[in-house]
């Protein structure tokens, strides 16, 4: 074939120039002996080889470099060769290689000064030459007319000869025998547009006869185009990248800015509330120490009149037993007039002392607001992790699709007792609430729910949840609410989904209808007795779920979320009827 004869004239061409240069090279490179600058050059100086000589080991040096340094081993008697090591005693006669010389010489006239260093030979991985013989050099391009991958040397001809210019020349590859048609064993120069393939041109002839064809180079051309229109979109979406990954590192910059302010405020604020609770504990500690200063000092005056009148009245005492004492009647009688009257003060007290007090209504006192400020802080604590949270640099994430997907948003919700009304009964871990004929003794509390069958679990929403009721009965609702709702009564304000604190979806044997302000949306969905409820809170995302073996989505609210949501429950009517959060296996 065309190729092959071109191949064969190449390699006739370059193996005649390289004869030409010495037969003797000819002859050693077709025997695989390769000549290199180190089989030529001296060890010591590591030139070509100069008035070279033989020693008795069989090294070969420059008579100069082995003199000077046999010279250094003058004193020690003993001389050795620099490569092997061996030894001579006593120090060998050098005696110029004249055969050696001449071969040095006739290389240097024959250009062949040095063979190609090791990195230049082709290596396992490499693309070698398949012009050269013995040791192959590297490739340094390939010719897909030919096909055959040339060395430096070889590859001259292809810039030489006239036929040989016209041929496409690439980087080394060895995928050059993809280009030939295994059938025809020609090179494949058209591509079959109708097959999608490239072919020979034999291959029009008969089994592509009539196909759409045209030649490789227009198909390139082509489809280049196309190639160019997306390395076009891929630079653009990279821009588009590192644009976002700029305005991210900002964002997150202007993130940690924000952060380490608010926590330096933060701590301000706290260390103030901190300073001025000790300032209030102080002023307590003052008030008390006042007062009980001022009653000891009250008492003490008391006490000291108290003491007073006890020595006078002892000393009135005294003199009434002397008295008594008088055995002379008319001394007794003359002595009697003198005495004082009888004060009040002898036989009644004028000290009005109240009953044992003590300072415990303060600890009542301080402990009470001690509670309030819990639930201050309980309260504002919720507000302030939401708002945390919802420092959001990225978009929210996609919702999820499958069941596993959602497992790994579920979260353990308990209901809150202080949120049932009397008619609900919890159980399994305030997880499962029934609604009961008789009233049950609960407590009064602020935020029980006084007219309608509701509860509200215990744990705030934030962020993203997942958590599934499993119902029995006819009228069930499930839902979520702010905290804030209204408890008492049986108006809008109080019920699921009447208003707007809460969204709601009714689930009513096998139908459904979600409620949210009082609008009422029909919704259609397969029946089932469990239903999935997902929140993303920072996304506004609320969807329900009908999970049976596969999840159905039932209906799905886009808004904006103000406060923390609670997962409620309300037990429309039908004593026995039961709702429960269950724990997402």
């Known amino acids: 074939m065309l190729f092959r004869s071109e191949l064969r004239l190449v390699s006739l061409l370059a193996n005649r120039n390289s004869h030409q240069s010495s037969t003797l090279r000819g002859e ?27 020693i008795p080991c ?7 470099c082995i003199k000077s340094h046999w010279d250094e081993e003058d004193q020690k008697g003993i001389y050795s060769c620099p490569q092997c090591r061996k030894t001579f005693i006593p120090r060998p006669v050098l005696e110029k290689n004249t055969m050696l010389a001449e071969l040095v010489e006739q290389l240097k006239k024959t250009g062949l000064q040095a063979a190609p260093a090791d990195h230049c030979y082709a290596g396992p991985e490499d693309v070698a030459c398949d012009v050269c013989t013995g040791r192959k050099l590297k490739a340094f391009k390939s010719c897909i007319n030919c096909p055959a991958s040339y ?43 109708t097959d999608q393939q490239s072919i020979c041109y034999l291959c029009t002839l008969d089994e592509h006869k009539g196909h759409d064809t045209v030649s490789a180079a227009a198909e390139r051309t082509e ?7 997306m390395l076009e979109n891929i630079q653009q979406t990279i821009q588009e990248r590192r644009k976002d990954v700029e305005l991210l590192r900002q964002e997150l910059k202007a993130m940690a800015h924000s952060a380490d302010k608010t926590v330096e405020d933060s701590r301000e604020i706290f260390t103030e509330m901190i300073r001025l609770l000790q300032k209030r504990s102080s002023d307590v500690e003052q008030l008390v120490r006042s007062q009980q200063e001022t009653e000891e000092s009250r008492v003490k005056d008391v006490e000291e009149k108290l003491e007073q009148q006890i020595t006078e009245l002892e000393r009135k005492g005294s003199e009434l037993k002397q008295l008594l004492n008088t055995e002379d009647h008319n001394q007794f009688l003359h002595n009697y007039p003198s005495l004082p009257p009888p004060s009040e003060s002898t036989h009644s007290s004028s000290i009005k002392i109240r009953p044992l007090r003590n300072f415990d209504g303060v600890k009542a006192a301080v402990t009470e607001t001690r509670e309030k ?10 507000n302030i992790s939401v708002t945390v949270t919802e420092v959001d640099v990225l978009l929210p994430q996609p919702e999820p699709k499958t069941r596993d997907e959602f497992r790994k948003y579920s979260c353990e919700i308990t209901l809150d007792p202080n949120t049932a009304n009397t008619r609900l ?92 302000n009082k609008v009422k949306t029909p919704v259609s969905g397969p029946g089932s007795s469990r239903v999935g409820v997902y929140l993303d809170h920072r996304a506004g995302l609320l969807s329900f779920y009908s999970v049976s073996e596969t999840m159905t989505l039932l209906h799905r609210v886009q808004t904006t979320f103000t406060q923390p949501l609670y997962a ?15 724990k997402v296996k």
């Open 223 to 229: 489809k280049q185009k196309e190639v160019e229109v």
């Open 58 to 64: 069989g090294h070969n040096y420059c008579m100069n």
């Open 425 to 516: 009964l919890l159980s399994e871990g305030n997880r499962k609430v029934t609604l009961m004929k008789q009233p049950q003794s609960y407590s009064d509390h602020p935020d029980r729910f006084t007219g309608c069958w509701q509860v509200l679990s215990r744990e705030s929403l934030t962020g993203r949840c997942y958590w599934e009721v499993e119902r029995r009965g006819r009228g069930v609702y499930v839902a979520v609410a702010y905290k804030n709702i209204s408890r008492a009564g049986r108006s809008n304000e109080c019920l699921f989904g009447f208003n707007d604190k809460s969204w709601s979806l009714y689930c009513y044997t096998n139908s459904y209808t979600f409620i949210h």
């Open 151 to 193: 060395c430096e040397k070889h590859l001259q001809l292809h810039y030489d000869v006239a036929p040989l210019k016209k041929h496409k020349l690439v980087e080394p590859s060895k995928k050059l025998q993809e280009n030939i048609c295994s059938r025809h064993d020609e090179v494949m120069k058209i591509f079959c547009r």
């Open 373 to 382: 400020l819990q639930d201050i802080l309980r309260e504002t604590w919720t």
């Open 568 to 582: 409620g429950l309300w037990l429309f009517y039908g004593v026995g009827a039961t709702a429960e959060l269950m």
């Open 28 to 54: 050693m490179e077709q025997k695989g002996v390769q000549l290199d600058r180190e089989t030529f050059s001296c060890s010591i100086c590591l030139d070509p080889l100069k008035d070279p000589v033989s």
